[in-house]
């Protein structure tokens, strides 16, 4: 996943930055992780690369700001910062061919950490996009706790760590991003657990390319539904960052303890995922994903 740093429109808050990236195409808030990241990541203060890399400077001051403030303290400061860019529009910068308007990456560092603070952010993107400006997509592991319909137009995927999530995740209405310790492949590959194809992040796979990968210029996470495809996908990431070691070690450790405390977890999700799977498909959620699927089989 490729991040920037540098730019002449940076806005900084107490507790959150908006960036522009580097190539310019789409912005880049940070928000306070540890104000609002959930402890259930595993990789919060274990090699989280926004906590590691360049970037790690500016996540200590966010953190250090936010302390005694609430997740949703934090989440109304994103959304002001969004609200307040560009009131006379958003530079058309964006987009394949550079003349669109320009994306919103939501926190790269930072999660919503409730349902309100995911609605406050998706009245913040339905601003950014009225101003012009292009698609607002995220990550998050607040998945199981804010209900997908609270991120409204915001493309949101569910931050994962074992295959088996990807398909509770799905049943929740969230395509998933799984961190794996090291690709298999660089085409898509599976994973025992999940029915699904893992696309390896192309701009990990491709980022020496000559003609380098971008989000925007990728698109995947930003505007298709991945879970409408025939065969659904999911995307994967591979250990990356200063911290990639640490990354990975911790992806292995937990496998292992998983597998350790809980056998069923290697043949399916969880008891209380696998309750969850249940109760949406029978709220919908399947029938959706079902609809959309024979959509695309006729609208190819
Ligand atoms: S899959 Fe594409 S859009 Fe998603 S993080 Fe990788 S490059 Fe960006």
Redesign the pocket.
């Known amino acids: ?2 991040f920037g740093m540098r730019d002449s429109c940076r806005k900084t808050s107490v507790t959150c930055s908006l960036v522009r990236s580097t190539p310019p195409g789409y912005q880049l808030p940070y928000a306070a992780i540890g104000a609002t990241c959930t402890e259930g990541c595993v990789f919060k203060s274990k090699g989280c690369f926004v906590q590691t890399s360049l970037t790690a400077k500016m996540a200590r001051a966010q953190d250090g700001a936010a302390r005694g403030h609430s997740p949703l303290d934090v989440m109304r400061e994103e959304a002001t910062l969004i609200n307040r860019a560009y009131r006379n529009g958003v530079p058309q910068d964006g987009g394949r061919d550079g003349q669109r308007g320009r994306d919103l990456r939501l926190h790269v560092g930072g999660d919503v950490g409730s349902a309100e603070g995911a609605e406050l952010l998706a009245e913040a993107a339905r601003g950014w996009r009225v101003r012009k400006g292009g698609v607002s ?1 995220t990550y998050t592991h607040w998945w199981r706790e804010v209900p997908r319909s609270a991120f409204g137009e915001i493309n949101v995927l569910a931050s994962v760590e074992s295959p088996e999530e990807i398909e509770v995740a799905a049943a929740a209405g969230y395509p998933a ?1 799984i961190t794996v310790d090291a690709f298999p492949s660089r085409r898509a590959f599976e994973l025992p657990g999940s029915s699904f194809r893992l ?1 390896p ?4 796979v491709r980022g020496d390319a000559e003609e380098r ?3 925007v ?6 505007d298709r539904d991945l879970l409408a495809l025939k065969v659904p996908r999911a ?1 994967a ?1 591979e250990a990356h960052g200063p911290q990639a070691a640490k990354v990975r070690d911790t992806l292995i450790q937990l496998r292992r303890s998983r597998s350790a405390a809980a056998p069923q977890s290697l043949r399916g999700p969880r008891r209380e995922d696998a309750m969850k799977l249940r109760e949406m498909k029978i709220s919908g959620e399947g029938e959706r994903r079902e609809a959309a699927a024979q959509k695309e089989e006729r609208h190819p």
């Open positions: 996943m490729p997509w991003a696309i992040c192309p701009a990990e990968v971008t989000c210029s990728c698109r995947l996470c930003l995307i990431f």
